[in-house]
């Protein structure tokens, strides 16, 4: 099947400084990546939608500012977390999809975001 | 507006018991896609199932069951015989075809004590 990495897997940073966190379709190409949120204990909250060579697509009450979002190759995208506060500590999972949106999308692991 | 409900936040059954965890969703479009997604303490999302709304067939799979119902818009999910391996927080999700993205619900904790 599909498989989806991310990397890093837990990273723990300080209050200010930008952590970037990676998502790899291995083998085969993702025309579109998804980034979702989730706190603890709760939903997985879509944040953006990105298709390869053109600007993500923020959901509403995401700061593209914040959270800058990379998709280069049809193999690769990144989340950006700039400036990172610990209201951004969170679980970040990704997801690809070789098609036009949801039907087939495949999940990476999840990365931790601590922030102290 | 397209939304999935999970009303059950916490289930606990006994191992061998069986279970049944609840998804009703909402949407306008004639065509779109019902997922369930198992999550583990580790983290992952695991695919479990993938519906279409033109396929109503319930399907089994192990001692895993679907319930897929247009006239009340819910698709349950049962485990039979549950077991510990079975602990995990359950996903039930919607993707309609004019958006693309999916929609999840608030998930349900399900605990399985030996």
């Known amino acids: 099947g599909a498989v989806v990495s991310q990397h890093p897997s837990r990273v723990i940073c300080k209050s200010g400084t930008s952590v970037k966190i990676e998502c790899r379709s291995l083998?085969?190409?993702?025309?579109?990546m998804f980034w979702y949120r989730q706190f603890p204990k709760k939903s997985l909250m879509l944040m953006a939608t990105s298709n390869e060579g053109s600007k993500a697509t923020y959901e509403q009450g995401v700061e593209k500012d914040k959270f800058l979002i990379n998709h280069a190759s049809l193999t690769l995208s990144t989340l950006t977390v700039t400036s990172a506060h610990p209201e951004d500590s969170s679980f970040y999972i990704c997801?690809?999809?070789?098609?036009?949106?949801?039907?087939?999308?495949?999940f990476g692991p999840g990365t931790r975001l601590t922030v102290t | 507006a397209q939304k999935v409900t999970q009303a059950q936040t916490e289930i606990s059954v006994v191992e061998k018991e069986d279970v049944t965890l609840d998804c009703v969703y909402e949407?306008?479009?004639?065509?779109?896609?019902l997922f369930w997604y198992k999550q583990p303490p580790s983290g992952e999302l695991v695919f479990l199932i993938r519906?279409?709304?033109?396929?109503?067939q319930n399907e089994i799979s192990g001692r895993y069951s679907w319930n897929f119902q247009k006239s009340t818009s819910s698709f349950n999910f049962t485990i039979t015989a549950s077991q510990v391996v079975d602990s995990a927080v359950y996903f039930c999700a919607l993707s309609e075809a004019s958006q693309g993205n999916l929609i999840f619900g608030k998930g349900t904790k399900l605990s399985v004590k030996p």
């Open positions: 997801s690809a999809s070789a098609g036009q949106g949801g039907i087939e999308q495949y």
């Open positions: 949407t306008r479009d004639t065509t779109y896609y």
């Open positions: 083998d085969f190409q993702a025309t579109t």
């Open positions: 519906r279409n709304s033109f396929d109503e």
